[in-house]
């Protein structure tokens, strides 16, 4: 059994700063891509930041130049640094990792998800 759990939401005022985690525990055998989608209330859940393996980082525009995805490998953890926060950037943050169990092919995993609201 694999679990993502996130840490780290809450509220922060405009122009703050918040950091996610998510750790991945159970019988892993190898994480590749890990993402963080966000969703906000009556709105799809959109793509925020990707990185892959080898550590290449992809982002949404919205967010590009303010937040930050990183990995640590040996903890199985994924990371999203949030700078500059913007009222827009309040949703509901959810971890996703492409990853392989011991004697299983890869498959998506989804963290429970984690608040962020920005407001004054």
């Known amino acids: 059994q694999v679990q993502l759990a996130e840490s780290g939401g809450g509220l922060v005022q405009p122009g703050g700063s918040l950091r996610l985690s998510c750790a991945a525990s159970?019988?892993?055998?190898?994480?590749?891509?890990m993402r963080w989608y966000r969703q906000a209330p009556g709105k799809q859940r959109e793509v925020v930041a990707i990185?892959?393996?080898?550590?290449?980082?992809t982002y949404t525009d919205s967010v590009k130049g303010r937040f930050t995805i990183s990995r640590d490998n040996a903890k199985n953890t994924v990371y999203l640094q949030m700078n500059s926060l913007k009222p827009e950037d309040t949703a509901v943050y959810y971890c996703?990792?492409?990853?392989?169990?011991?004697?299983?092919?890869?498959?998506?995993?989804w963290g429970q998800g984690t608040q962020v609201t920005v407001s004054s």
């Open positions: 159970g019988s892993i055998f190898s994480i590749y891509r």
């Open positions: 996703n990792a492409d990853l392989a169990i011991v004697g299983a092919a890869p498959t998506s995993h």
């Open positions: 990185i892959t393996s080898s550590g290449t980082t």
